[in-house]
């Protein structure tokens, strides 16, 4: 079966300081990838998303990169943070392709505080 | 533009049955799914419905009318865990997912 990991699970970071989230999927090859940041309120906001090593597709311009240096790992980083980068993160997996059917897993989340 | 709309909170009593709305306005339709999500958790799937009409699993089922751009979750015999978050999301034609910002369901003994 399918596992999504996702560390850490919360951090409290000052303002500047550099982010590396981190994000494995085992029992799968080649899944589609996504990081999602959610606010208080909101809905799912898609930050990046990937469809295989080294291809990052980014949907809002904004100071956070992401990368994808192996098929079943993606990273979410910043050199400097804002206070407005605060908020919760999520990985995802999905099958790869396009298809309508094809669920998002979710990884347990990381909780970051900017202060 | 493209948007999911669902009512921000529900109350519903234990043992009832409470019906979640949704009402999208997307680019083209490929699926609409219901997550559910406790307070500090991730979402975790719940339904999946492309063909209009009713899709029923266990206690919850959900329901689409592609034609109203309309679907609803129905949660019958509420149990205090089904408190949660409940996030409406419809594909569009790029198989994009759109997501609405949640229904926060509270159940109350």
């Known amino acids: 079966s399918q596992t999504i990991h996702q560390w850490p699970a919360t951090l409290v970071q000052p303002v500047g300081s550099p982010l590396s989230l981190e994000c494995t999927v085992e029992?799968?090859?080649?899944?589609?990838l996504y990081w999602y940041r959610q606010a208080a309120g909101r809905g799912l906001q898609l930050l990046f998303y990937s469809v295989g090593i080294g291809q990052i597709s980014s949907e809002v311009p904004q100071n956070l990169s992401a990368s994808r240096p192996q098929d079943r790992q993606f990273i979410l980083s910043s050199k400097k943070l804002l206070l407005s980068d605060s908020g919760f993160y999520l990985c995802?997996?999905?099958?790869?392709?396009?298809?309508?059917?094809?669920?998002?897993?979710f990884g347990a989340g990381s909780r970051l505080t900017v202060l | 533009g493209q948007n999911i709309d669902q009512p921000t909170e529900m109350t519903a009593t234990e043992g009832a049955i409470v019906q979640i709305n949704c009402t999208y306005q997307t680019s083209g339709f490929n699926g609409l799914f219901w997550y559910q999500q406790h307070a500090g958790e991730a979402p975790t799937f719940l339904s999946y419905n492309v063909l209009d009409g009713l899709e029923e699993k266990g206690r919850f089922s959900s329901f689409l009318s592609r034609s109203k751009g309309y679907s609803y979750l129905l949660l019958k015999e509420l149990q205090m865990k089904d408190s949660a978050s409940y996030l409406c999301?419809?594909?569009?034609?790029?198989?994009?997912?759109?997501w609405g910002a949640g229904t926060k369901l509270i159940i109350k003994p």
């Open positions: 995802a997996w999905s099958a790869t392709g396009d298809s309508g059917a094809n669920v998002l897993t």
């Open positions: 029992g799968t090859s080649n899944p589609n």
């Open positions: 999301a419809v594909k569009n034609s790029n198989y994009q997912l759109i």
